[in-house]
């Protein structure tokens, strides 16, 4: 882990990260700019983690959550930064309890991340925000546990920015590692009162995999080809717009 990465480690807020990661390279070997693009889980941040999220010079947060979710659990405000709602497609939290197997949650995953391809208002809330995070400042961006709708985003830009799959995709899955102690408190409480077999079916939701990652790219390929044409044609955004963003994560 890199001094940088180490500086910005939050106590309440575990899946907080810079997108450039402890030194992402393009493909053809340029560094990614630290510094510009913050992602994250949930902000139910200590007063101490808040002012650290300042000190880094966050001037908008994009807050991916439904609008109930918001209201069912706010985050505390950063000073100096703007709050941004954008409501991305996440887990239908209505259906999570009614889940009969671990297979079923599998399969609740993959249409959650087809959704992210296949869902208009998604594929419009997604151009927003690109379109949004192309402007100047510092951005942050997070969901509810920064693992779906934030590791969706976060791959985007580490793809607009020429960064290997292979290395996508063990950023995507770092959530695992970083939000260990909060799912395994998790699922702790589930087995509480559902007991060790309820844990086991819950637990899908709660990963980042692989499988959910590639569910996605399957998506994109057999809807529009290529992911450049899902970011232009699918998201609607503009040509420039991917060249600000390239050249601001690649600066």
């Known amino acids: 882990m890199s001094e940088a990465e180490d500086l910005v480690r939050l106590a309440s807020a575990d899946n907080f990260r810079d997108v450039a990661g402890p030194g992402h390279r393009a493909g053809d070997g340029t560094p990614l700019r630290t510094g510009v693009f913050y992602r994250s889980n949930e902000l139910r941040l200590t007063d101490e983690d808040a002012a650290s999220i300042a000190a880094l010079g966050v001037s908008a947060i994009h807050d991916l959550r439904t609008g109930a979710e918001i209201e069912h659990r706010p985050g505390v405000d950063v000073p100096g930064a703007t709050r941004h709602h954008v409501d991305v497609l996440g887990i239908p939290l209505e259906e999570i309890t009614g889940l009969p197997d671990a297979e079923a949650g ?146």
Request: net charge negative; charged share 20%; with cysteine.
């Open 106 to 251: 599998v399969a609740l995953m993959e249409r959650v991340y087809r959704g992210f391809v296949e869902e208009p208002a998604t594929r419009a809330a997604l151009g927003t925000l690109l379109t949004s995070l192309a402007e100047e400042g510092v951005h942050l961006f997070h969901c509810t546990a920064g693992k779906d709708r934030t590791g969706w985003t976060a791959a985007l830009l580490l793809h607009v920015a020429g960064v290997a799959d292979t290395v996508v995709l063990a950023d995507y899955l770092l959530t695992n590692t970083r939000a260990a102690a909060s799912r395994a408190a998790t699922l702790r409480l589930i087995a509480e009162t559902s007991g060790p077999e309820g844990a086991a079916i819950f637990e899908p939701v709660l990963l980042a995999d692989a499988d959910y990652l590639h569910t996605a790219y399957a998506a994109v390929e057999a809807r529009y080809g290529t992911r450049e044409r899902y970011l232009l044609d699918g998201l609607g955004l503009e040509p420039q717009v991917l060249d600000t963003l390239r050249t601001r994560l690649r600066g």
